[in-house]
C-alpha cells in the first residue's frame, strides 16, 4: 500500500457521530437569517454536530468569510475580502442573546488588508456580546494581526475573558503549514497580550500528524510556558481536502494522553487534548478550569507568604 494511501484510511477512533436534531437544524437557520459565519462550518470542524446538537454552542467567524492567507492547512477560502461590515458585532452579540450562551468563542478571517487587522470591529463584538449578556464568558482568537501590537491592544482594552492565538505546528514545519505566519510572532503576541492583562488567561493550540516529532511537541509546549500561556490544546490535524496538505500520522489516544500529561506537568492550567480537539473544543471547560487554577496559586501565594 502506498503512504498516500495509508494516510487517507482515517483509524477507527476518527469516527463522527452524526447528530442533526432541533438544536443543530435551528442554530444553522439563525446562522442564515442573520448573515452570520462559523468556523464550524467554514473549516469544516468534525465537532460540529456534538457541539451545535448536543452542547448548543458555536463558534463564531468574523470580519467575513474570506481569508487573506492562505494556510495550507485550512479550509476557509481565500481571496480579496469585502468591505467591513460595522453591523456584524451586534447580530453576533443579539445571536449570543437569543441562544443564551454561557460561554462563546468569536474568531476570525485573518484580514491583511485591513491596517487594524479587523482589531476594531473584534473590540466592538466583545463588548457588544458583554452589553446583551453580561453574565456570558467571551473568549477571543484573532490572526496575529500582522504582528502589530497596537492592534492587540486595541482587543486586550475590550476585555475578553480568554485571549486565544494558534501556534497550529512546530518551529520547523511553520513555513510550511502557515501563510504569512512566522512561529516566534505568535509567541511574541502570546506573550505581549498576557503583559497587556496579566489576568486575562491565554490560549494556543497545536495540531499534530503533519510530520512533527515528539521532541518538537514538547518543544513547543516549552516554548509556550516560557511565554506564559496558560491553557494548551492539541488534536489531530485532518486533511481537508486534496488541495491541502496530507497527514504524516494518526496518533492514537493513548498518546494523546500522554502528551495531556506531559503538558500540564510543564504546568499548564489546562489541556485538552485528542484526536478530534479543536481550539475551541469544550472552550466552555476550559475557562471554569483556567479559574480554578488561577485561585489555587492564589492561596498559595497567601500561604507561602
Known amino acids: 500500500m502506498s503512504q498516500k494511501q495509508e494516510q487517507l484510511r482515517k483509524p477507527e477512533w476518527l469516527k463522527i457521530k452524526l447528530n442533526t436534531n432541533e438544536n443543530y437544524t435551528g442554530l444553522k437557520k439563525m446562522m442564515r437569517e442573520k448573515s452570520l459565519h462559523t468556523v464550524c462550518e467554514e473549516a469544516k470542524c468534525p465537532n460540529i454536530h456534538e457541539c451545535w446538537a448536543v452542547r448548543r454552542t458555536a463558534t463564531f467567524m468574523i470580519l467575513g468569510d474570506t481569508c487573506t492567507r492562505a494556510c495550507r492547512f485550512c479550509a476557509v477560502k481565500t481571496g480579496l475580502p469585502t468591505e467591513l461590515d460595522w453591523q456584524e458585532p451586534e447580530r453576533v452579540a443579539d445571536s449570543v442573546a437569543l441562544m443564551n450562551l454561557k460561554h462563546v468563542v468569536v474568531t476570525a478571517v485573518a484580514r491583511d488588508d485591513l491596517k487594524d487587522g479587523g482589531a476594531a470591529v473584534f473590540a466592538e463584538t466583545v463588548r457588544a456580546i458583554?452589553?446583551?449578556?453580561?453574565?456570558?464568558?467571551?473568549?477571543?482568537?484573532?490572526?496575529?494581526?500582522?504582528?502589530?501590537?497596537?492592534?492587540?491592544?486595541?482587543?486586550?482594552?475590550?476585555?475578553?475573558?480568554?485571549?486565544?492565538?494558534?501556534?497550529?505546528?512546530?518551529?520547523?514545519?511553520?513555513?510550511?503549514?502557515?501563510?504569512?505566519?512566522?512561529?516566534?510572532?505568535?509567541?511574541?503576541?502570546?506573550?505581549?497580550?498576557?503583559?497587556?492583562?496579566?489576568?486575562?488567561?491565554?490560549?494556543?493550540?497545536?495540531?499534530?500528524?503533519?510530520?512533527?516529532?515528539?521532541?518538537?511537541?514538547?518543544?513547543?509546549?516549552?516554548?509556550?510556558?516560557?511565554?506564559?500561556?496558560?491553557?494548551?490544546?492539541?488534536?489531530?490535524?485532518?486533511?481537508?481536502?486534496?488541495?491541502?496538505?496530507?497527514?504524516?500520522?494518526?496518533?492514537?489516544?493513548?498518546?494523546?494522553?500522554?502528551?495531556?500529561?506531559?503538558?500540564?506537568?510543564?504546568?499548564?492550567?489546562?489541556?485538552?487534548?485528542?484526536?478530534?480537539?479543536?481550539?475551541?473544543?469544550?472552550?466552555?471547560?476550559?475557562?471554569?478550569?483556567?479559574?480554578?487554577?488561577?485561585?489555587?496559586?492564589?492561596?498559595?501565594?497567601?500561604?507561602?507568604?
Open 130 to 305: 458583554r452589553r446583551k449578556s453580561p453574565f456570558t464568558s467571551i473568549e477571543v482568537l484573532p490572526s496575529d494581526m500582522g504582528g502589530v501590537y497596537e492592534n492587540l491592544e486595541t482587543l486586550m482594552n475590550a476585555k475578553p475573558d480568554i485571549l486565544n492565538h494558534n501556534i497550529e505546528t512546530v518551529r520547523r514545519l511553520t513555513p510550511r503549514v502557515r501563510a504569512r505566519a512566522k512561529y516566534e510572532r505568535s509567541l511574541e503576541f502570546l506573550k505581549r497580550a498576557k503583559e497587556m492583562n496579566p489576568d486575562i488567561p491565554t490560549k494556543s493550540s497545536l495540531m499534530i500528524g503533519l510530520g512533527e516529532t515528539k521532541e518538537e511537541i514538547i518543544e513547543t509546549m516549552d516554548d509556550l510556558r516560557a511565554n506564559d500561556v496558560d491553557i494548551m490544546t492539541i488534536g489531530q490535524y485532518l486533511q481537508p481536502t486534496k488541495k491541502h496538505l496530507p497527514v504524516i500520522k494518526y496518533y492514537h489516544p493513548d498518546e494523546f494522553q500522554e502528551l495531556k500529561e506531559i503538558a500540564l506537568s510543564k504546568g499548564f492550567s489546562h489541556c485538552e487534548a485528542g484526536p478530534l480537539v479543536r481550539s475551541s473544543y469544550h472552550a466552555d471547560e476550559q475557562v471554569n478550569e483556567a479559574a480554578k487554577h488561577k485561585q489555587m496559586l492564589a492561596e498559595q501565594q497567601a500561604n507561602e507568604a
